[in-house]
């Protein structure tokens, strides 16, 4: 009999953006005629930078001629564009980083989601609230978790972040050993400092942790004295794996680049306390289950770090930052209070309502598609988050809609 891991029956029915997408889908099937403007996922909507498309045009064209035909390529990524990785989002901030710690990948949500497997079965994990829901279900999925009860799944640390805490979480009171934090956040737009970020390293120093740093949204970061790496952070290398992604800095969520950074001197401990690199494990379990990402989109991404594809990188997210300022700016005018949206493309709004409530309203009044809140955490609940990525007409169409749809609740 083919039996099931069990572990499936705890999750919280569909993943995040499948529930929204069916329930966007169920409303447009009722409304055919209406138009829906989806500032829900975080879905880039602009075209790749020309560097990069000249660059994956390219080496396409190498794919069709025999002598510059490439197959099976290195698991972990081509040589060229880790080289790039390490020398532009690393050295040039002082972060020592080698190209050979750097995993090429088809995905930050895959690499975070399956980062989980080279860790024992009862580490005890703290992950902040509201949070990315990929680390919490890929943790329930591996039996990591006890039943969902009360809006969370017991077993887990749930470090708050809420207006309270300014939306920077504090330590844990009690001892974890892998920790995961984003920064600039999803779902609520905050950045840590340098000054905020150093006790994690410290705490994690301290109780042989590991943190799972997600850096997916660095690239909106405009103020230079924050951290755009955990590495710039002394002490990180031997505690800290970090993401990153090409998806929201050079459009890459359908054409599929991310990578993975783990440091030589990050270390992980047997059941006897002896330590171990981690490098090794990830490498193994990488060139395993992983055959690397295609040649021509390794070239395309390599692309985004000429002086070009930077500038063009740097274009692009300037454009939804523009969104993102233009809905904190809207939303605070007709009254509600929002964070996020200034180093990050994602706005945090209270909706002073049950989050899927203020999601139904939207759709329903406004045909906009946010995120609600609640499907982030608990502390999420009473919350909404909007994606800055659509078109500047989209958007402020979207928020004259909205603006419209509250005035008259
Ligand atoms: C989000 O909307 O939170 C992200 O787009 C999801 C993702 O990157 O997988």
């Not at 680390?135 to 990591?144: P, Q, S």
């Not at 009690?174 to 905020?196: H, M």
């Amino acid at each position: 009999m083919i039996r099931l891991n069990e572990n499936y029956l705890k999750l919280q029915a569909s993943y995040l953006f499948s529930e929204i997408a069916k329930r966007v889908n169920t409303y447009q099937a009722e409304h055919p005629d209406q138009k829906i403007i989806r500032l829900g996922i975080g879905d880039v909507t602009r075209a790749l930078p020309n560097a990069c498309i000249e660059a994956f045009h390219k080496a396409v064209d190498e794919m069709a001629n025999d002598t510059t035909f490439r197959g099976y390529g290195p698991e972990q990524g081509y040589a060229f564009l880790r080289e790039k990785v390490a020398e532009h989002d690393y050295r040039a901030r002082n972060a020592e980083i080698s190209p050979d710690e750097i995993f090429i990948s088809d995905g930050a949500k895959c690499d975070t989601g399956n980062f989980q497997e080279l860790f024992a079965l009862d580490v005890r994990i703290a992950v902040p609230d509201p949070v990315y829901p990929v680390y919490v279900d890929t943790n329930v999925m591996a039996g990591r978790t006890a039943a969902w009860k009360d809006g969370r799944y017991e077993g887990l640390v749930y470090l708050e972040s809420t207006a309270a805490n300014d939306y920077v979480p504090e330590l844990p009171k009690e001892k974890v050993d892998l920790i995961y934090l984003c920064f600039p956040n999803n779902p609520t737009g905050r950045t840590i400092t340098k000054a905020q970020l150093r006790p994690w390293v410290e705490y994690a120093r301290e109780n042989k942790a590991l943190i799972l740093y997600d850096a997916a949204y660095v690239e909106f970061i405009r103020d230079d004295s924050l951290p755009q790496s955990i590495y710039e952070i002394d002490g990180a290398q031997e505690v800290a794996v970090e993401f990153r992604s090409f998806s929201k800095t050079a459009g890459f969520t359908g054409t599929r680049c991310a990578y993975t950074v783990v440091p030589k001197r990050c270390k992980i401990y047997d059941s006897q306390g002896n330590a171990h690199a981690l490098h090794p494990f990830w490498d193994r379990r990488h060139s395993t289950k992983f055959n690397g990402v295609s040649y021509p989109v390794q070239r395309a991404a390599e692309a985004a770090y000429s002086p070009e594809g930077k500038q063009q990188v740097r274009e692009l997210s300037d454009y939804y930052l523009k969104n993102a300022a233009l809905i904190r700016e809207t939303i605070s005018k007709i009254g509600f209070s929002c964070v996020g949206g200034d180093h990050a493309p994602y706005v945090w709004v209270k909706t002073n309502t049950d989050s899927w409530q203020f999601f139904d309203v939207l759709l329903q009044r406004a045909g906009v598609v946010c995120t609600p809140g609640a499907g982030f955490g608990k502390c999420g609940e009473g919350y909404v988050r909007f994606s800055a990525f659509n078109s500047h007409d989209n958007v402020a169409k979207a928020l004259q809609q909205v603006t419209e749809a509250l005035k008259n609740l």
